[in-house]
């Protein structure tokens, strides 16, 4: 088992940014390829970026390529989703997830095996 808590969220003027964390604990973090996705009011939960679980890998929505950084920190236990120029269409909650021994080529929420209970981005204009 992983449990997996976010942190981070908040309220940003359009063009800011904003770092979340995904704190796990439980098995081997390291072994894990990590996913942030999110949800908007009445849209379905989408990707957003993911890491391999090496870390040597990284892959980005299209709507936030250039913007959104991923990382992860094996000696912290520590997933990260630096978001930077901010959009009110970012707005929502963004979730973590990990996949043992995952891709960053993973996308879809199906492929993942552990949730964190989210964290609510709200970006103003």
């Known amino acids: 088992q992983v449990q997996l808590v976010e942190s981070g969220g908040g309220l940003v003027q359009a063009g800011g940014s904003l770092r979340l964390s995904c704190a796990a604990s439980?098995?081997?973090?390291?072994?894990?390829?990590m996913g942030w996705f999110r949800q908007a009011p009445g849209k379905e939960r989408e990707f957003v970026a993911a890491?391999?679980?090496?870390?040597?890998?990284?892959d980005y929505a299209d709507s936030v390529k250039g913007r959104f950084i991923i990382s992860k920190d094996n000696a912290k236990n520590t997933a990260y989703l630096q978001m930077n120029m901010l959009k009110p269409e970012d707005t929502a909650v963004y979730y973590c997830?990990?996949?043992?021994?995952?891709?960053?080529?993973?996308?879809?929420?199906?492929?993942?095996?552990?949730w964190g209970q989210g964290t609510q981005v709200t970006v103003s204009s």
């Open positions: 997830a990990a996949r043992w021994h995952g891709s960053s080529w993973h996308h879809e929420v199906r492929e993942y095996d552990y």
């Open positions: 890491i391999s679980w090496s870390g040597g890998t990284t």
């Open positions: 439980g098995r081997i973090f390291s072994a894990y390829a």
